[in-house]
Structures are given as structure tokens and as C-alpha cells.
């Protein structure tokens, strides 16, 4: 069976500093330290230019930790690495940033450096969430520097939302909606808090709301965001029309990306990897933890893992040129066909919207 590789490429890398650490975090990041930042955007370009085969991109995502808080002498730094990368002309270049430091400066500086898309860790305007999760950032500031944003000439702006917090009500939740939709930005994405081990939560013993509530809230932020104009495009991703994260879309279409920093992860020309999170390896040049190379059955549970995440679920003619193979040959699509977890239109196979939120137990029968 012949398999088409995808020429969509994408590249993330990562900027593992912070300038606090929020009590639910377990991603890859480290207090911020002028002296490592320095090593390690050395490191990174080294990285780079090792792995990196002059292809032109679709999308570049520089994500954290918190690509902000480098000054604008390490920004510059990181920016003049990132032209060894061709982009293409309509490149969606996303850049993560915090309220509290981002500046009139660092955001002009991102602006003409080509960066079209900012993601902005908002989470909550409710002040007792904010200090619960130990953000530094007030009501005031997010207002004031997201204006500061749009002034500088941003459309694209996405913010996340976490909801599910521990005693919060639907009418907490519902302010804070309230709040985002006044912000009138393109892009919301949504997080349930999830208590995760090694975090300052996991240690002090906070559980998890109750799943009848989590759910009800997923409900009403589906419902509000939709009724405000807003196209829910993936399980926890919502848009306005035609500002979906093009580079989320590459994981979800289970196309092509470099992954480039401590403990990124890339997929390219069939080779899922993993990069080391230990820092002292990275600066001295050991990029790469763990590296498999995937069969035909594993890139195929992968394209339904992720592109089931879509509302729109896996277009049946992309399927078939990608692995020249009819989607509906699948016994386990044509099973979930029957038990209606699975619908189908002309077009696009997808998950019955009435089992999204509880999508990820069909998303594992797919598992071999
Ligand atoms: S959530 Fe983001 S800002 Fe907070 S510690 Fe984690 S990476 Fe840093």
C-alpha cells in the first residue's frame, strides 16, 4: 500500500523560561536566567541549522514556557536565528506571550519581525483564580495591554481560557466569558484544569472538579461561544471565521513539523521524536530523547486520533490520496458508524457532536 507524505511543513520551537511558575504547570520551562537564555538560543540555532533542510513553512510557532519574557536583546537574538527558516509568503508565525511582560517595545519588535499571530495565557479574569494559579497579571493589564496589541496593528490574537477550577460555579464562569468576548479577539481556546503530578496543586492536594459540573461547563462555553459568532472548529478550539490556528492544524491533519528546543517534539518524514528536557544535554548538543520511525498502522491511528479532534473530522477523499485506502474499509470506522458515535456527509467522516466531550473514548478504540 502506498503512502503520500504531506508537503505542509511546520516548525515549533520552544523557549523553556518563565518569569514565575504557575501552580498547575507541568510543561518543560524553568525560572528565567540571562546567563542559560543566552547558551541556550546558542544551542537552539545549532539545532536548528542541523536539522533543518531549507524547506519553506507553513507555520512557525514559538511557544513556552514564555517566549515574552526574554528582553529585546534576547528577542532579537531569537529572530535573527529564525531567518535561517523560509517561510512562505502567506506564513502564520505565532508567538505565546504573557500579559505581564509583554511591552509597546517587544510587541513592535514582533511585529516587524514578521510575527502575525499572538497567544496570549490569559486563563481567567477572576482575581481569586488568578492568584490561586499564581498568574501575575491584573483585570486592568488585560484589557489595557490587549489594546496595546491591536494598536501595534495584531488581528490575530488568540487567549486561553481554563475553566473547571476548584468551587468554581457556572456564574463565575460565565463572567469570565463574559469578559473574553468583550476583548473581541479571533481565537479562544479553552482548557479544563487538569491536576497533574509535580505541580504545586498535585502537592497540595487540590482535586479535580466533579465530571457533572466539568461537563456542564464545556456545554455552556460551546453554546456562549457559538452564539457570539464564534466557529467551534476542534474539541477545545473556537474561531472567527478564517482565524483557525493554521499551525494546530498541522498536528490535527497529521501533517509535517519540526519540533526545535528542550523537550519539543517534531514528525517528520514519518519519524516521530522527542527532544531531551534535560538542559545541560541540550546545550551540549544532545537535541534528541527518543525517535521512532512509523509504520503504515500508526500513521493511520494517528490520522484519526488527531483529525477526529476537528468538528470536521477526516475529509474521505484526503484519506484516500494520502494512504490509497477508503476510509469506510476500516471495520472500527464502519463499527462506530453503526453504534452513531461517527457520522458521515458526502465530504468528511466525524465524531456525532453529542459524544465531543467524551471523545476521547472513541479516539482510543482506534488504539491498536
Ligand atoms: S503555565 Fe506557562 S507561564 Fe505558567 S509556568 Fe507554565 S509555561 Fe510558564
Avoid at 504557575?22 to 541556550?40: G, T
Avoid at 502575525?116 to 482575581?127: A, H, K, M, W, Y
Avoid at 490574537?157 to 464562569?173: A, F, M, V
Wanted: charged content about 30%; overall charge negative.
Amino acid at each position: 500500500m502506498k503512502m503520500v507524505s504531506s508537503q505542509n511543513k511546520s516548525v515549533y520551537i520552544h523557549i523553556p523560561f518563565c518569569d514565575t511558575i504557575c501552580s498547575y504547570c507541568d510543561f518543560c520551562k524553568f525560572l528565567k536566567n540571562d546567563e542559560w537564555i543566552d547558551k541556550y538560543l546558542d544551542s537552539l540555532e545549532k539545532e536548528i541549522k542541523s536539522k533543518y533542510k531549507n524547506e519553506i513553512l507553513n507555520t512557525i510557532y514559538i511557544g513556552g514556557g514564555t517566549p515574552s519574557c526574554l528582553n529585546v536583546n534576547q528577542l532579537t537574538k531569537l529572530f535573527n536565528i529564525i531567518k535561517i527558516l523560509n517561510k512562505n509568503k502567506e506564513c502564520e508565525f505565532a508567538f505565546e506571550c504573557n500579559i505581564e511582560n509583554i511591552t509597546k517595545n517587544k510587541l513592535k519588535l514582533l511585529y516587524e519581525n514578521g510575527v502575525n499571530r499572538l497567544s496570549i495565557g490569559i486563563q481567567t479574569f477572576n482575581e481569586k483564580y488568578l492568584n490561586f494559579l499564581n498568574r501575575k497579571h491584573t483585570k486592568e493589564e488585560i484589557v489595557d495591554k490587549i489594546n496595546v496589541c491591536k494598536e501595534i496593528g495584531f488581528k490575530n490574537i488568540n487567549i486561553d481560557l481554563i475553566y473547571g477550577l476548584p468551587n468554581q460555579t457556572l456564574d463565575e464562569l460565565n463572567s469570565d466569558i463574559e469578559e473574553f468576548l468583550k476583548l473581541n479577539i479571533t481565537h479562544i481556546s479553552t482548557y479544563s484544569l487538569i491536576i497533574e503530578p509535580n505541580t504545586k496543586l498535585y502537592i497540595d492536594n487540590i482535586k479535580n472538579i466533579d465530571d457533572n459540573l466539568d461537563y456542564e461547563m464545556y456545554k455552556h462555553i460551546c453554546n456562549k461561544l457559538k452564539d457570539n459568532g464564534y466557529n467551534h472548529y476542534e474539541i477545545s478550539n473556537f474561531s472567527a471565521l478564517g482565524y483557525e490556528s493554521r499551525h494546530n492544524l498541522t498536528y490535527w491533519n497529521n501533517d509535517n513539523y519540526y519540533g526545535f528546543g528542550l523537550g519539543a517534539s517534531g514528525y517528520i518524514d514519518n519519524i516521530r521524536y522527542d527532544n531531551t528536557r534535560n538542559i545541560n544535554k541540550y546545550l551540549n548538543g544532545e537535541y534528541i530523547k527518543e525517535s521512532h520511525k512509523l509504520d503504515l498502522n500508526e500513521t493511520i491511528e494517528n490520522e484519526f486520533i488527531l483529525g477526529l479532534r476537528k468538528i470536521k473530522g477526516i475529509n474521505k477523499e484526503i484519506f484516500k490520496n494520502k494512504y490509497n485506502k477508503d476510509i469506510k474499509e476500516m471495520d472500527i470506522v464502519n463499527k462506530l458508524i453503526k453504534e452513531n458515535k461517527l457520522l458521515e456527509d458526502e465530504k468528511n467522516i466525524y465524531i456525532n457532536k453529542d459524544y465531543i466531550y467524551v471523545s476521547n473514548d472513541i479516539l482510543v478504540e482506534f488504539i491498536d
